[in-house]
């Protein structure tokens, strides 16, 4: 099974907070800018950072697979 892994485009990053509310244990907003918590989300978290992933309005944060 291949990792998953979190990146975040922080010059895209609007603060709307989106990711947080979907997932706070994978992400913070901090100064404005989208912080990962948990950069490669294991099992129980990748639903959910999936989910933050997919909310995002100004698509500041991609999912990448690391196979």
Excluded at 20 to 38: G, M, S, T
Aim: charge should be negative; hydrophobic fraction near 40%; charged fraction near 35%.
């Amino acid at each position: 099974m291949s990792a998953m892994r979190i990146e975040a485009d922080e010059d895209k990053c609007l603060a709307y907070g989106n990711c947080v509310a979907a997932a706070p244990d994978v992400y913070e907003v901090v100064d404005q800018k989208v912080r990962i918590l948990e950069p490669e989300p294991g099992p129980e978290a990748l639903p959910a950072a999936r989910k933050g992933v997919r909310r995002c309005p100004a698509k500041a944060l991609r999912l990448v697979d690391d196979a």
